[in-house]
């Protein structure tokens, strides 16, 4: 099935509306480049002023353009916009690049613009790439309908960038080192195509092998996480996200809330999506271009063959630093290393050869870790030095990388005398690195990709016995409230299947005691207000008591405390609950992000969950798979599983409540936050029950 | 005082030895670098069979070389050292250079070659660089022993190696970029000039206005700290550490030893040093290029004037990420940005003046933003395009350089067409950056400079009331055993005026119910056997005893206990303690490492110690400061201060404790390792003691 978006890369004719003959307006840039770099369809200047434009014919107007003609490019002013696309329109085509800025961009006047744009291309069944962007390029077919200079060679690396600059950044950045791409997106403001759709048309391009992703900000969550996580089944996607610092949780009350902020939501989501995030510019694309060109690796076992060990060391570092190691060589590969190197080099690994290597050295030394079957990467290193052939050198890393299964990444540690040997490497499809410590980076994220196609395919838990009419019965009591308290939110819980401990809202001493006598003794009360925030400050807590008279003169000394203290707050009663044994106390909730909804939270629990911060986050629904992880990433986890001696806690009563939580926040969009803390955590089989909880509605 | 490292970098002849008359050998190279850079004094090559090298005359041995000569460079197989050396002592030359390798780096062979080598040198007060090292370089004087091609421009950088083939990796990395350094010293093995002396001999220079190393390993831990804690302060170290995950404590039995590993010790004692520790080679010069040529920041708040809101952002996380921020720019200074630059730029920060910009746009707004009283740093960004003038732009930042007072960093987001510019701006001391992200870690270096300067002068705690009596009691009866538990390090402990929680070793029943009485009711009982490793999965723990009935009970339990789990095992009898009411559980614990000494470690105890990692390091002898620093920066501490509306806890007592353990450490260095786990903290005015400690003796 052909895509609509197809005529962005791989249109039979382009006609570019706005074309200049003027070679220092940025139009003439895009037909330039338009009829340099091969593209054998049509290009079309549109142009009332002219009857040529660097040998091609200009045309009038968009309806005088022959056919074919499948994509427009407009560099016309905003104000002429509505006009230009209804003209698209009528003249059929369908594909239409925005460069012109003066959109959304610039705030509420250019977003109706924006708005009114979308409406009319709709209309016409018109797919459109911006405003605002600097266009695409497919780099085999030479359709390049951006003015950036220069085209890097053809390769494997697909990009999407959400910055027209920083696409045309990147170019400069790469283009020396002949790292190859396949094609090129700038997405501008996304009036129409979105990462998303880009993700889905690069899926199912052949020469696309590796997504890599500069985004700014995602408009639709659920849709990116769910394209990303088929198309990264299908091939990476490497994702830099910029503005990580966005505020975005300012004002929230929760511990969830507080703990988890945006760009926290932002990496479960990417997490769930399959995505695999980096955190630089330079970093996405050694791991994109090692993603295309190289086998993942088979384990972790890398082997070092070098001429300098202080380059070496430092490479090691970084490999360990990113969860590898260096290989253990096999003593028979070690002898027969010995037998052809310097009687000074060192055989064991690193392998290092000293300053004057030869390309020999390295075909020696390479292919017989090659043979060793405990080495699942090779990492060749050279310091260029005034008596070793470079360019020898990286021919040898070519020739053992046509031989091998294994990963073969390189380091040619210089920058003035290696751009050749780079060159040559990058154009073989061997990555080459200037820095030693590049390497373990980029292995991480191979591996990420690796774990992430081993994982089962996606299957979220399902969890039973809702009781929907005692949560539509919580939800009413909650009606216009903001703040939801630990009444109302025990009776959600309790409609999800998960425990509170023993207990009841009270509105007076009578009824407290009977409430205590319920719940048995020893009881905690506390203050029942939706105008007291923090209970314990108030003097809204008695703990441990042990019978009624207690509870009576407790109940007495608490309302002369809460009256001197809160004199304006109006009372709902008071919560009377069981006081629990003791457990592991945990925290469970959830905080609703605009962008991919329910953000769920594990982590240990109690006063110190924010000095402690342990925490894990993954975005609803959850698999099994993902509580799993959730829990086995936090020091809590591990306290569950029985830590030095201590009982093994009931882990699979915590998962339920995890699965039951995340199903409440799904079935309720209302609900903006919801947290368990503490939730005590018995011993196995024992269960766990909630000692608290509060929720914060809808925004 | 002239340093007897003067004739590496500024002799008035220079004598080769082992000068070849063949290109292809490195020999040649070093007379040609020596010839090349401008070079004043004389050039001596020799080489018995040459009359004439580079048309320099060739002597056939050094005798007869003619004054003024001042230093040596061996280029002579390790065969012939001996010799070469004897005639170069009696030719009266004080300083050699000895590129040859073969030396200690091959093993014990290589080793004992060096070592007489170094006492030959010794008796003629030869100073000597290497073996096994590219040599020397003044960029200033054109004196290169080094056969690195090239010679980058003379400016601030001090570059001091413990690996050639990284100096010269380094050189080929940044030469084209127009960095600027002093001097360069590839120290090899340091027979005899270590890295420390080079430190002591650029702080004297005047034209090395930074000091960046690379280092390996560290022979002389004591003098690096006390060098470098000097030398920082007159001009900033850089460091990168090599080798961080050498093993080092891999068979350690305190949760000091496990925890504390060797890049441990090396991270608290470059802090206590002043060095500026940085991850990568990339940072390790763009650090020293910024503190080299920049004011230091006078606070944390950034300008960043951009034609590309990408690049911008992506600038914006690394400061942050870094401890930076973006500056609130004054409405004033918005306004006055507005009047110039295009409408639709954007002129709160970052000021977004859209692709098309030109050097009068970076003029205005960084003009503006200089003025602005609320910005501390200025960094402008460029993306190229094809019609922005990038060397136009390059000059405007240069003419802002000149003019502010504000630290000024830069950064040109390309390769292909920014050569030129960076040329210009590092030439002109603008540091520039390809990555936008690069600067937020630079900032980061630099105000890590500024906090050294701002610290006291180093002065340790003075630790009073010492009984050393006592102390020399407890190491006699320890004699010869390598884990030292309770009983004794109770004693070392006193000695030192910390508190035990009351209690002593009882050796029968009888005596136990002595020792109870004495300390009172409820008690615990611990075994005592130098066999026994872990008391509690031997039954050798009782708890919570109430009373002498009970005592008698648990005994006799106890004893059945361990005669079944171990047989073997001599008992020396039960310590029985008081059972210390509950406070906050921290752990004091020194480990002696092999190169820095006496590793203080303080962090939150008990038995999660090790799942929880909350520890801090600082190398003894500590100050005050250094002592707060420790605790400030765990959990523990922040646990200390009240969390929480819990009661402040008893920090004094703690860092009484920290310093008495460290003045125990510095006095005793036959103790390897020392624990107090936990230490029980009540809250303030209440103290704090040790309720369990063990020490490791020797090595």
Chains 1, 2 share one sequence.
């Not at 004719?13 to 049509?42: D, H, M, R």
């Not at 700038?186 to 993700?199: K, R, W």
């Not at 507080?258 to 926290?264: N, W």
């Amino acid at each position: 099935m052909p895509s609509t978006l197809t005529p962005f890369f791989n249109a039979k004719g382009v006609a570019i509306l706005g074309a200049s003959t003027n070679p220092k307006k940025l139009s003439y840039g895009i037909l330039e480049n338009l009829v340099s770099f091969g593209y054998q369809g049509e290009v079309y200047p549109v142009n009332p002023n002219a009857t040529e434009i660097l040998g091609r014919k200009a045309y009038a107007s968009i309806a005088d353009v022959p056919d074919p003609v499948e994509l427009a490019v407009v560099v016309l002013p905003v104000t002429v916009i509505m006009d230009t696309m209804r003209q698209i329109g009528e003249r059929g085509i369908k594909a239409v690049v925005i460069i012109t800025g003066g959109f959304r961009e610039l705030g509420e006047e250019g977003a109706k613009v924006e708005r009114a744009v979308k409406e009319l291309a709709d209309s016409y069944g018109m797919r459109v790439v911006g405003p605002n962007c600097v266009g695409t390029i497919d780099v085999r077919t030479g359709l390049d309908s951006t003015f950036i200079k220069g085209l890097p060679p053809a390769g494997p690396i697909a990009f999407i960038s959400q910055s027209g600059a920083v696409c045309g950044g990147v170019i400069d950045l790469i283009i020396n080192s002949k790292i190859g791409f396949s094609h090129f997106a700038s997405l501008g403001n996304e009036m129409d195509v979105t990462e998303a759709d880009m993700l889905e048309y690069f899926a199912e391009d052949e020469h696309a092998k590796v997504i890599a992703m500069y985004v700014e900000g995602i408009q639709d969550g659920p849709r990116f996480m769910e394209v990303a996580r088929r198309v990264s089944r299908k091939k990476p996607i490497v994702f830099l996200k910029a503005g990580k610092n966005d505020a975005g949780a300012k004002a929230v009350s929760s511990h969830t809330g507080s703990l988890a902020g945006s760009y926290a939501a932002y990496q479960a989501a990417l997490e769930k999506a399959g995505v695999i995030e980096v955190e630089t510019i330079s970093q996405l694309f050694n791991v994109a271009w090692a993603l295309g060109t190289q086998p993942l690796p088979a384990g972790k076992r890398v082997a070092i063959s070098t001429n300098a060990g202080g380059a070496a060391a430092l490479a090691a570092d970084s490999l360990a630093f990113n969860g590898f190691e260096l290989a253990q060589i096999a003593p028979e590969i070690q002898e027969k290393l010995r037998t052809k190197l310097n009687p000074s080099a060192q055989v064991s690994n690193p392998v290092d050869m000293l300053g004057s290597v030869s390309p020999e050295d390295y075909l020696w030394s390479l292919g017989n870790l090659d043979a060793d079957e405990g080495v699942d990467v090779l990492l060749p290193i050279l310091v260029p030095q005034s008596l070793v052939d470079t360019l020898g050198v990286a021919k040898a890393w070519f020739e053992i990388g046509k031989k091998t299964d294994k990963t073969l990444l390189t380091c040619l540690m210089g920058e003035r005398s290696t751009l050749e040997s780079e060159q040559y490497l990058n154009t073989a499809g061997v990555p080459v690195y200037a820095y030693p410590d590049e390497a373990g980076r980029v292995l991480r994220g191979m591996e990420q990709y690796k774990q992430l196609l081993k994982k089962a395919v996606f299957s979220p838990v399902v969890v039973e016995n809702v009781d929907h009419n005692k949560m539509a019965s919580a939800l009413g009591l909650v009606k216009d409230a903001q703040a939801v308290g630990e009444y109302e939110t025990r009776i959600m819980l309790e409609a999800y299947g998960i425990q509170n401990v023993p207990g009841d809202l009270a509105s007076g001493i009578e009824q407290a005691v009977k409430v205590a006598e319920k719940a048995g003794y020893p009881v905690v009360m506390k203050i029942v207000s939706d105008d007291i925030l923090h209970k314990s400050d108030s003097g809204g807590i008695a703990l441990n008591i042990q019978n009624t008279e207690q509870l009576r003169v407790e109940y007495d000394a608490m309302m002369y405390r809460i009256a001197k203290n809160e004199p304006e707050a109006s009372i709902r009663g008071v919560m009377i609950e069981k006081m629990a044994p003791k457990g592991l106390e945990v925290i469970v909730g959830m905080r609703r992000d605009p962008t991919f909804g329910a953000l769920m939270m594990f982590g240990l629990g109690g006063t110190m969950v924010e000095l402690l911060k342990d925490i894990s986050f993954k975005v609803a629904p959850l698999t099994d798979g993902d509580i799993e992880e959730m829990i086995e990433r936090t020091l809590a986890g591990k306290l569950l599983k029985g830590y030095r001696g201590s009982a093994k806690a009931d882990i699979q009563a915590v998962k339920d409540v995890i699965a039951r939580l995340s199903q409440l926040s799904l079935d309720n969009p209302e609900i903006a936050e919801i947290e368990i803390n503490p939730l005590i955590v018995y011993p196995e089989g024992q269960g766990a029950i909630s000692l608290d909880s509060r929720a914060i509605m809808g925004k």
